[in-house]
């Protein structure tokens, strides 16, 4: 059962967590090259849900696992600590609020901050021990093609269009040689949530190039961008090169689609009581901050 302290709160609680997380995203608006901690709390949200198992029902946001070392030092996951320590003070101001439901309020905050569509909201997630910490291997890697992809997101049953949907979160932020071997940002908006992505797979010329790391990424020079080979599989692929068009065209069916996908995504194996209804967070500019 949900923490009774939790249990009792409602829409305007939780809309105070998110007005704490977009606060600080405004004071810390210079981190990474001015990127912000948008992007980096968007990856860390689909990180903790990324490990589910539609096979067991193990992994996934409910349990904030993330929270102990050894999912939080998964290879797949450097530079997400940072997204990490951004929320321990969050954290420390709601002691109530579980770590599933910090990790997924942070991304869906950033999300709206960012300018993206609105992500209707669960809460009921429940902390679990350290025993429920699923095995590292379970993010997706970024050196292969269409075929990869389309196997790996079998296991949360994506359809190709939610897959599609999903990945235009890549016009966020950058990769880190660093963190991932990769180098280089999808676009100069980096911290406005958009069909970016779409647009500049399916309109700009992309060279394969072998990083500083030693890894295959396709760049456009003239821009400064870079696509993992993930990313350009979606383009590759007739399948999925479909909807890259689709979302290409109309932001606001991206908008769509990435809402019902990403929603889906943070919720995956958890049976919410009938009784959470989402909530809908109003922007910090809505509210007139
Ligand atoms: Fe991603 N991602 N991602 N990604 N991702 C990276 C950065 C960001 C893959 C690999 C990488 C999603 C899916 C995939 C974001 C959101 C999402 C980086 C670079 C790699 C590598 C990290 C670094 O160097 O710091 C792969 C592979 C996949 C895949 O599915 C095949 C999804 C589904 C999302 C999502 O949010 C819905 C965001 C945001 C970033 C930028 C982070 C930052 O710090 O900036």
Do not use: C
Not at 37 to 61: A, C, E, F, I, Q
């Amino acid at each position: 059962a949900l923490h009774t302290a939790q249990q009792e709160k409602n829409s305007e609680d939780y809309q105070e967590v998110y007005n704490a997380i977009a606060t600080k995203m405004r004071e810390e608006k210079d981190f990474d090259n001015n990127n912000g901690y948008g992007p980096v709390l968007v990856r860390l949200s689909w990180h903790v849900s990324g490990t589910w198992d539609k096979r067991d029902n193990s992994g996934g946001s409910f349990g904030g696992t993330y929270r102990f070392k050894k999912e939080m030092n998964d290879p797949l996951s450097r530079g997400l600590q940072n997204g990490f320590k951004f929320l321990e003070s969050i954290d420390k101001q709601f002691p109530w609020l579980s770590h599933g439901d910090l990790f997924t309020l942070g991304g869906v905050t950033a999300i709206q901050e960012m300018q993206g569509p609105k992500i209707p909201w669960r809460s009921g997630r429940v902390d679990e021990p350290e025993s429920m910490v699923p095995d590292n291997g379970r993010l997706p890697e970024p050196h292969y093609g269409a075929d990869y992809v389309r196997s790996y997101y079998e296991r949360f049953n994506f359809t190709d269009q939610e897959v599609v949907a999903l990945l235009g979160a890549h016009v966020l932020g950058k990769a880190h040689l660093k963190n991932s071997g990769y180098d280089g940002p999808w676009d100069d908006e980096s911290n406005i949530f958009s069909n970016a992505f779409y647009d500049n797979l399916l309109k700009l010329k992309w060279t394969p190039e072998i990083n500083d790391a030693g890894n295959k990424q396709y760049d456009n020079k003239e821009k400064g961008y870079m696509m993992l080979p993930t990313d350009y599989a979606l383009f590759q692929d007739p399948k999925y090169l479909k909807y890259v068009k689709a979302y290409a065209n109309d932001q606001d069916l991206f908008f769509k689609d990435f809402t019902k996908v990403y929603t889906k995504l943070i919720e995956n194996g958890i049976e919410f009581p009938k009784e959470n209804k989402p909530h809908l967070f109003k922007t910090l500019k809505e509210q007139g901050k």
